[in-house]
């Protein structure tokens, strides 16, 4: 299993762009980059997934470069509800072990 | 649309004691199954996975046990409970091997 590397944490202001980087030196072939969002006391929920260039949905933004050693989760205009831990995961095509690490913890300022 | 339910919702239990917490998912069939464990400021752990009924796959020795007696009935379970097995326990789904998984609302237990 590839393992992640993310910051620890991050602060922002509403109304700001984030962008959350994350590192997979070993990410393989067959592997693809999911991210989540977890709340307190909540289970995580699926943001966005890709394996490589550029995806887009309607919440996030992900951009993964041609070696794909990194990957960045874009938000756009972050509100205050935007807090919350970001979980960058790499996972292996028809593997059913997820591995999450520690995550990012996103705090939105007013 | 699919859905999926973890319960108790809360749980308080002394060392020692019996557990059973219970997930089912509604609106697929035959999805794989998944039990992690959080602790307080940390990731989740992969516990168990099942991609069938009485398939389970173990991912970390301990003191806990999973069961599917069902299609869509996912149980987590243990005789005597540790301290250290209070946490934040999440159930989730997923189509198939690899594929995006949904999590539960979680259960938190506390074990005094």
């Known amino acids: 299993l590839a393992k992640t590397t993310q910051p620890i944490s991050m602060d922002s202001y509403e109304g700001q762009e984030v962008n959350i980087t994350c590192s997979h030196n070993?990410?393989?072939?067959?592997?693809?980059i999911t991210w989540y969002q977890q709340f307190p006391s909540q289970g995580p929920r699926f943001i966005i997934q890709g394996y490589k260039t550029k995806v887009t949905n309607e919440v996030a933004s992900l951009f993964i470069p041609a070696d794909r050693k990194s990957s960045t989760l874009s938000l756009p205009r972050v509100s205050l509800s935007d807090t919350a831990v970001y979980y960058c995961l790499v996972v292996e095509y028809n593997f059913n072990k997820f591995y999450f690490g520690s995550g990012t913890k996103l705090n939105v300022k007013p | 649309s699919q859905t999926i339910h973890q319960w108790p919702a809360t749980l308080v239990q002394p060392v020692g004691s019996p557990l059973s917490l219970e997930c089912t998912v509604e609106g697929t069939s035959n999805p794989n199954l998944y039990w992690y464990r959080q602790a307080a400021g940390r990731g989740l752990q992969l516990l168990f996975y099942?991609?069938?009924?009485?398939?389970i796959s173990s991912e970390v020795p301990q003191n806990l046990s999973a069961s599917r007696p069902q299609d869509r009935q996912f149980i987590l379970s243990s005789k005597k409970l540790l301290l250290s097995d209070s946490g934040f326990y999440l159930c989730a789904w997923s189509v198939g091997q690899g594929e995006t998984q949904y999590f539960g609302p979680g259960t938190r237990l506390l074990v005094l």
């Open positions: 099942s991609v069938g009924i009485g398939q």
């Open positions: 070993n990410i393989a072939t067959n592997d693809y």
